[in-house]
């Protein structure tokens, strides 16, 4: 009898050993889980750092009265629809030359889909610089480009 009991210890033995098994990996699973749902998306975050940036650069130009470097932060589509002397001219006529020498930008991004963002400067950098939110568009070199221009939709361009 002591082979009885003693197969039948270890096959008690196993079959905890294998729920015991069972309930760690059942643990493990969900915490993964937690772990993928509730870390950021880090190729969100990658754009939207990208993005933030290509903003700072193009209102920063604005803001200074560098309006034909601004121009290279338009979309190819604004840029064939918009040429560069017509999109300087049209600053000017908005803006005047009057830079915003300490204005800083602030901006309110928000990722739309992987290729498309609205931008929202927030506050506007002074009171004659138009308020609203702003189209940003990747193009196929990977890069973010302003997409919402005077010459495509109504509205004010910077």
């Not at 940036?53 to 629809?81: E, L």
């Not at 990722?111 to 939110?133: C, E, N």
Request: hydrophobic content about 35%; proline content about 7%.
């Amino acid at each position: 009898m002591p082979r009885q009991d003693s197969a039948a210890g270890t096959r008690r033995n196993r079959r905890r050993l294998a729920a015991f098994a069972g309930a760690v990996g059942i643990v493990i699973v969900a915490i993964a889980i937690v772990a993928i749902l509730v870390r950021p998306n880090e190729g969100q975050e990658d754009a939207r750092a990208e993005l933030q940036s290509r903003v700072t650069d193009m209102y920063s130009a604005v803001f200074r009265g560098d309006y034909a470097s601004a121009y290279q932060y338009r979309s190819q589509a604004c840029r064939d629809d918009f040429a560069q002397e017509e999109y300087v001219g049209s600053m000017r006529d908005l803006l005047g030359d009057k830079a915003f020498p300490g204005s800083k930008v602030h901006a309110t991004v928000q990722l739309q889909s992987d290729t498309t963002a609205v931008v929202t400067l927030t506050p506007p950098p002074g009171p004659d610089f138009p308020a609203g939110s702003r189209t940003w568009t990747k193009a196929s070199d990977g890069k973010w480009y302003f997409d919402n221009c005077q010459a495509r939709t109504p509205g004010p361009t910077p």
